[in-house]
């Protein structure tokens, strides 16, 4: 197998926090220093994975010797940062939309490159390309019922009033359907979740993209109570971000050892029963919790 690509399907919402503020939250999610999307660091996925895999040799060449015999050698298996590929948004038809954009399928494209694996399909965007415009498969479900008997076709995401530009360009509808389609192969390993992903899958400007990861997290208040008096304690009040459940990352995985007898990967991790796994802050209050899909087969023991 060799190298291999990551998929982490959210099951319920992630908090993987940067323990500071300087805004009104004060407990955000990570973000990337470029793009400001939210990703988990590579990190959070090797600590997890270390700790539900099956130990051993073949662990300890994987993940490297416990912390206190760290210098004896490192491990083989390259944990890099998952980054965000598509996140849920609130849709007024179809109740959520998987979106996505042209620059995290690029990086997608650079990550299977990287991996040597095939990437996503190549496609072209429109001269008309704005930010208000949204790509969707021909079976989506995201337009409204009254716009459905009408002719002006509108897709509303979250407060967003977007623009649909599939119904009159049949090839770029081909090569959009091919995206969704090479996506929720690799997620997805049942018909029903494929199609479910289908008819909600989006691909929106970058700047759409940026904003709707921006104004789209959960941003829940959370108190602690004085057990005596029943009420707030003081300064106990606080807020806390986390990224949407469905949303899905994608991560590198590279194999820096390379032996083909004994490939660490096909041999050992993906037959190491490691998902549903909890990654992030707040395990206690259900954050964290997603399926991890390997190469198109989900992280659990071979079932």
């Given at each position: 197998?060799?190298n291999a690509?990551i998929?982490f399907?959210?099951?319920t919402?992630?908090h993987t926090?940067?323990?500071q503020a300087?805004?009104?939250?004060?407990?955000?999610v990570?973000?990337?220093?470029v793009?400001?999307?939210?990703?988990?660091?590579g990190?959070s996925?090797?600590?997890v994975?270390?700790?539900?895999a099956e130990k051993?040799?073949?662990?300890?060449?994987?993940?490297?010797?416990?912390?206190?015999?760290?210098k004896?050698?490192?491990?083989?298996l390259?944990f890099?940062?998952?980054?965000l590929?598509?996140?849920p948004?609130r849709?007024?038809?179809?109740t959520?939309?998987?979106?996505?954009c042209p620059?995290?399928?690029?990086r997608?494209?650079r990550d299977?490159?990287?991996?040597?694996?095939d990437g996503p399909?190549?496609?072209?965007?429109?001269e008309?390309?704005e930010?208000?415009?949204?790509?969707?498969?021909p079976?989506?479900?995201?337009r409204?019922q009254?716009q459905k008997n009408?002719?002006d076709?509108?897709i509303?995401l979250?407060?967003y009033?977007?623009?649909?530009?599939e119904?009159?360009?049949t090839?770029?509808?081909?090569n959009?359907s091919?995206?969704a389609d090479?996506i929720?192969?690799?997620?997805?390993?049942d018909?029903?979740?494929r199609?479910?992903f289908l008819?909600r899958?989006?691909?929106?400007?970058?700047?759409?993209f940026?904003?709707l990861?921006e104004t789209?997290t959960?941003v829940?208040a959370r108190i602690?109570?004085?057990?005596?008096k029943?009420v707030?304690?003081?300064g106990a009040?606080?807020?806390e971000?986390?990224v949407?459940?469905?949303?899905?990352?994608v991560?590198p995985?590279i194999?820096?050892?390379?032996?083909?007898e004994?490939?660490?990967i096909?041999?050992y991790?993906?037959?190491?029963?490691l998902s549903?796994?909890?990654?992030g802050?707040?395990?206690?209050v259900?954050r964290g919790l997603v399926?991890?899909?390997?190469?198109?087969?989900?992280?659990?023991?071979?079932?």
């Open positions: 197998m060799g690509i998929f399907h959210a099951l919402p992630i926090g940067t323990g300087v805004d009104v939250i004060d407990l955000p990570a973000r990337e220093k793009t400001g999307w939210p990703y988990i660091p990190s996925i090797k600590g994975l270390r700790d539900a051993g040799d073949k662990h300890k060449r994987a993940f490297g010797p416990e912390t206190e015999n760290a004896e050698s490192a491990g083989n390259l890099c940062d998952a980054r590929l598509c996140f948004v849709s007024f038809s179809g959520f939309a998987w979106v996505t620059s995290a399928i690029t997608l494209s299977c490159a990287a991996a040597g694996l399909p190549p496609f072209t965007l429109p008309n390309w930010f208000a415009s949204v790509i969707t498969t079976q989506t479900a995201l409204t009254r009408g002719n076709v509108r509303i979250e407060e009033d977007l623009t649909p530009l119904y009159d360009l090839p770029l509808e081909e959009i091919k995206l090479f929720a192969g690799k997620v997805f390993s018909s029903a979740s199609e479910h008819k899958f989006a691909l929106v400007h970058d700047d759409m940026s904003t990861t789209a959960e829940v602690a109570l004085d057990e005596r029943k707030v304690k003081q009040l606080w807020y971000e986390a949407p459940a469905e949303a899905i990352f991560s995985l194999n820096a050892e390379r032996n083909p004994d490939d660490l096909a041999d991790l993906v037959k190491q029963r549903p796994v909890q990654i802050g707040n395990a206690s259900g399926r991890i899909v390997l190469n198109g087969s989900e992280l659990n023991g071979g079932q």
